[in-house]
């Protein structure tokens, strides 16, 4: 929040990794995931929610104590630590420590290229049309924010005992088509997949973009030659209607708070 930044969750195929990025030179500041413990310490079973921060270069072991902050997992060990998030370091101490990290990534130089954590096809540079909607900056920001109002709730009910923080974008493609559509406009259209399901995205001109795309992990399917899907006869549903609700409203609710 003293940022002002969402996480940003860029990786299908491990949807619960998320980063945190400066908006002056898009360098990353922090990357959250969730990783065998054993990783870190020997002999040790479960999985645990790490932080990976940056750190003067080549001074890691000057905080390293291998009990709550390690030399990185994943990332470069000279420059980067890892903090476990399981209560074996003062909160105090990590947000001193992020704060660090920004303005290290600040001082950085602009990474090469982007990555994004779901499906599109061209320019990603589309404003939203609904005045009401106004705060969202862009596509990769509703994406973003999206990200932390998915719920199981909203999740299809068929679909609910897929649905994790992790898998967070299953069930949830036609009423997030929707919603986008409401507030960017252009239209929703759906591929008919193996399962006979019809898997909703939207279309701005001949940009396909597919916020829900982590749930397909990485299965290819054909953007191209749909039908164009009508919201009156998917929300003759009730049931859908009352999810789409749900999460305009969580959206409309996010929005006033930050």
């Not at 994943?74 to 001193?96: G, R």
């Amino acid at each position: 929040e003293k940022y002002n930044k969402e996480l940003e969750f860029l990786w299908e195929d491990t949807p619960d990794c998320a980063i945190w990025r400066n908006d002056i030179n898009d360098t990353w500041f922090g990357l959250l995931m969730v990783v065998k413990k054993s990783k870190f310490i020997d002999n040790s079973t479960g999985e645990v929610e790490v932080l990976n921060i940056r750190f003067k270069k080549g001074e890691t072991d000057s905080i390293v104590d291998n009990i709550g902050i390690f030399k990185a997992y994943h990332m470069n060990k000279n420059s980067w630590i890892s903090i476990l998030l399981n209560d074996s370091v003062n909160i105090d101490k990590i947000f001193k420590l992020l704060d660090d990290s920004y303005t290290l990534s600040v001082n950085s130089k602009k990474p090469k290229k982007k990555t994004i954590g779901f499906y599109y096809d061209g320019d990603l540079d589309i404003k939203p049309q609904n005045k009401d909607f106004a705060k969202i900056k862009d596509i990769k920001n509703i994406y973003n924010i999206l990200n932390t109002i998915w719920s199981k709730e909203t999740c299809a009910p068929r679909l609910r005992k897929e649905w994790t923080k992790r898998n967070n974008t299953v069930g949830q493609c036609s009423i997030t088509a929707f919603l986008v559509q409401d507030i960017f406009g252009g239209k929703v259209y759906g591929v008919k997949l193996d399962s006979g399901d019809i898997h909703c995205f939207n279309v701005f001109d001949n940009l396909v973009v597919d916020l829900t795309s982590r749930q397909l992990k990485n299965k290819q399917i054909e953007y191209k030659l749909n039908l164009p899907q009508d919201r009156i006869t998917h929300f003759s549903k009730q049931e859908k209607f009352d999810r789409y609700n749900t999460l305009k409203n969580a959206l409309i609710d996010y929005l006033k708070n930050h």
